[in-house]
């Protein structure tokens, strides 16, 4: 790995770290994007899932036992098929393939938060019925396992349940506490894990814990608008980017 290509992972680590230590996981995904500009995608989900494996553990203490048990269950079940798909997927996608899901992906991310704030996508009034969870977890399992974007779907289910910010956080990092233990055996067989991606792991690890760290601070002092409005113009670039080098 370049000195560049470094430079632009260890930000993107960090940015993933605040994301899943402090403000619900759902931006998290925008260091895989940042990183597929920059490398076959495959390599970059298979550098930044041990890293998000390492923020979930180092997260998990500061929220624990104040995760929604309820809603949390029925999303990891429907979250383990939705890693079956994503495998099945997988197994057929070339590179170009993947690169348009993620772009995709970060674009419709960035569309559905906006409709939310321009009052043109509206919550539920009350929790979803608990079908709903299964079909949120399933979409969360499939998105986490192509492109590590799984918190938008869970999201959708979890603020039906109109939680406190801190049970909402607690219950994602739960969540994909256990769908990416999940997705590592299945990456492992596919070949995503390699001696490259090990040692950029070795690397990254303390960048990583430097953004969980920061993320859990910021969750109790730091407002939310200033962090996604940084987010939503990192994927809409990033997005836009990976979308056109598919195509074209």
């Known amino acids: 790995m370049s000195l560049p290509v470094f430079a632009l992972a260890a930000a993107a680590v960090v940015f993933a770290g605040v994301s899943k230590g402090g403000f619900g996981s759902g931006a998290a995904f925008a260091a895989a994007a940042i990183l597929a500009l ?10 930044m899932l041990p890293l998000l494996m390492l923020i979930d553990l180092a997260t998990l203490r500061p929220y624990w036992g104040r995760w929604d048990w309820r809603a949390g ?15 099945a997927l997988w197994r057929v996608a070339d590179d170009d393939a993947i690169r348009l899901l993620i772009g995709v ?21 009350r929790r979803l019925a608990p079908g709903w969870g299964l079909a949120a977890g399933l979409t969360a399992g499939f ?3 192509v492109s590590h974007a799984g918190g938008p779907p869970a999201a959708v289910y979890l603020l039906s349940g109109r939680p406190d ?11 994909f506490w256990i769908i990416n233990i999940a997705k590592a ?8 894990f390699t001696a490259e991606t090990f040692a950029a792991n070795l690397a990254l690890a303390p960048f990583a814990l430097l953004g969980a760290w920061a993320g859990v601070k910021a969750h109790f002092l730091v ?13 809409t670039a990033t997005g836009a980017k990976l979308v056109w080098d598919a195509l074209v």
């Not at 674009?107 to 938060?113: D, E, I, K, Q, Y």
């Open 223 to 235: 407002p939310e608008r200033a962090f996604f409005l940084l987010t939503y113009a990192l994927l």
């Open 38 to 47: 920059a490398m076959p995608p495959g390599e970059a989900l298979g550098i």
């Open 105 to 125: 992906i970060a674009l419709g991310f960035v569309a559905w938060r906006v409709a939310q704030a321009r009052g043109l996508i509206r919550p539920a009034d």
């Open 73 to 87: 269950r029925l999303l990891i079940l429907g979250a383990i098929p939705g890693v079956a798909l994503g495998v």
């Open 185 to 192: 055996v299945p990456y492992a067989v596919l070949g995503l």
């Open 143 to 145: 998105t986490s396992f």
């Open 165 to 175: 910010k801190t049970t909402f956080q607690a219950t994602t990092v739960l969540i």
